[in-house]
């Protein structure tokens, strides 16, 4: 008798759990001018699971339950996925009970017909430029504050959009900007998009969009609806304005894919683990199959699939290996990710799980907010924000080329012609004394395998020796927010940590008295010979007291 009861107390939900899952359907057709064309065979199209094409009618099929959203994969051949009236957008979510209540509201009720969730691709009507395909990557742009949004668009975004950058696509005539063609093919965001405040989420996007440029969003550990019951509820707030959390997007030269890897732990320590979720492996798996190995596919995400501190393991083991298992016919990948508000360059092997025959680089981002938005202002009222590693705030810029091959470049904020080198030396040393004063060479994209050299006036190039400590020019700061008596700034900078990216060499002091020219070079395996020059003096003792 109790087993009847409770087959009766489960059946209604039991249908209607089956009822939530409907097929859903829909035409991709062309789009110029605001005109409908011809339908478009072979586009994939995918619910967050599976992954079905369209015919050679432009007609899809595919199965959408509860709470999924079905996405357009744009193909290579097609600059665009507009949604009519509503724009660039490649996605509809199907939501038919809405959000369970959360403080950022999460996705409104789905309305309107799911048999007929139609797409548009816009056509390229230019090709892209044979120097390759520019991608504008952010890390972590993180405001807590509308005032911060402001920061961001005035330390980023404007600049960028006035030519600041020195783009590859910014063209002149008579050094007239009119005939700027685009600042990129295509930008990426790698989580952290805000800090908490999901309110902000649409002011993110508005302001980024100011560059005109096609934008994939990865969600973050600060992306999240803090007061969800669950990982699977945890970013509706999100999803409501950027769309599927993990989803792929092809060009000519690449293939990309954008994860969630934060899985949300409510009630647990630590509050959430880097790691990836069933639903994605099957995605990976059926989109993944659909791709010529030798091309090559870029993968970004917010938390680093490598542990910093591998005594505390960020990124759970087996979701690594697993997602490396899948990769591994893959001749050409490049994993980006953010997260720690620092640059690094992480190459996996056999230890991490990674058995290609080439190392696996990974390029974990700086931060655009730097170090949160805090330090100093400037005379245009925007803070510091140096990272704790000793990197300016900025963005990064791939590049890559028609045979899939990539560079990589830092650009600082405002700064087009920095040389990515950043020196720190004393001013004044007595000449005689012992030796033991250094200069560092904070070099931002520097591997550990980088070749630092120095040399004093026109001598000789020597070689400097990577460390692993903090950079002396965010101590220098740390101090000075220390003594002060009052605060120097809105927010302190952050204290100074060990920096990946750092060498040094003491200076000598059995020169001549007088000034002496320091200059260091590095050579960057994307951009080449980079140099940094400082001085310093050399004064006999008598001068010295």
Not at 193 to 220: C, E, F, M, N
Not at 260 to 278: A, F, N
Not at 503 to 511: A, C, H, Q
Request: with cysteine.
């Amino acid at each position: 008798m109790r087993i009847v009861l409770l087959l009766l107390i489960l059946l209604p939900w039991s249908v209607h759990a089956a009822d939530r899952t409907v097929e859903a359907a829909g035409v991709i057709r062309e789009w110029t001018d605001g005109r409908v064309g011809k339908p478009v065979a072979n586009v994939l199209v995918s619910n967050g699971v599976e992954v079905v094409r369209t015919d050679r009618r432009g007609r899809y099929r595919i199965h959408l339950s509860a709470q999924q959203t079905v996405f357009v994969i744009k193909p290579a051949a097609y600059a665009a996925v507009v949604d009519g009236s509503q724009g660039e957008r490649f996605w509809r979510h199907y939501f038919p009970e809405g959000s369970p209540p959360l403080r950022y509201a999460g996705i409104e009720v789905t309305r309107g017909r799911v048999s007929q969730l139609d797409f548009f691709l816009r056509p390229r009507l230019t090709t892209i430029a044979a120097s390759g395909l520019e991608v504008l990557v952010f890390g972590d742009p993180q405001p807590k504050t509308a005032t911060q949004v402001d920061y961001y668009l005035r330390d980023i975004i404007e600049p960028i959009a006035a030519g600041v950058a020195g783009s590859k696509r910014a063209e002149s005539d008579n050094d007239s900007s009119a005939h700027r063609v685009s600042v990129a093919d295509l930008g990426l965001t790698l989580g952290d998009v805000v800090h908490d405040d999901l309110s902000l989420l649409p002011l993110i996007k508005q302001a980024t969009a100011r560059l005109g440029v096609s934008w994939l969003y990865a969600p973050g550990n600060h992306d999240i609806d803090f007061d969800a019951q669950s990982d699977e509820d945890s970013l509706l707030s999100y999803r409501h304005v950027f769309g599927p959390d993990t989803l792929a997007w092809e060009e000519p030269q690449a293939s990309f894919i954008m994860l969630d890897d934060v899985i949300y732990q409510p009630l647990q320590t630590p509050t959430y683990i880097g790691g990836l979720r069933e639903s994605q492996f099957t995605f990976l798996a059926a989109y993944l199959a659909t791709l010529d190995p030798s091309k090559r596919l870029v993968i970004g995400a917010h938390i680093p699939f490598f542990d910093p501190d591998p005594a505390q393991p960020s990124f759970r083991q087996a979701d690594r290996e697993r997602l490396f298992a899948l990769l591994a016919k893959f001749q050409n990948v490049l994993l980006l990710t953010a997260h720690g508000h620092v640059q690094r360059h992480y190459f996996h092997a056999e230890k991490d799980g990674w058995l290609g025959a080439q190392p696996l680089h990974e390029y974990n981002v700086g931060a655009t907010c730097g170090g949160f938005w805090t330090g100093a202002k400037d005379a245009y009222g925007i803070p510091d924000a140096l990272m704790n590693d000793g990197t300016p705030n900025g963005y990064a810029t791939l590049l890559i080329a028609e045979d899939g091959s990539y560079g990589l470049r830092w650009h600082v904020a405002r700064d087009p012609d920095h040389s990515g080198i950043a020196l720190h030396a004393p001013r004044v040393l007595r000449r005689g004394a012992w030796p033991e004063v250094g200069l560092y060479a904070n070099v931002f994209m520097g591997t550990d395998d980088s070749v630092v050299e120095f040399r004093i006036d026109d001598g000789g190039w020597q070689p400097m020796q990577r460390v692993e400590r903090a950079d002396p020019r965010l101590l220098a700061i740390n101090l000075a927010d220390d003594a002060a008596a009052q605060p120097i700034s809105d927010e302190r900078a952050p204290e100074a940590g060990i920096s990946a990216h750092l060498w040094r060499v003491f200076l000598p002091t059995d020169l001549a008295a007088g000034e002496h020219r320091v200059e260091v070079r590095s050579v960057d395996r994307w951009r080449g010979e980079l140099r940094a020059t400082t001085r310093y003096r050399l004064v006999e003792p008598a001068q010295a007291n």
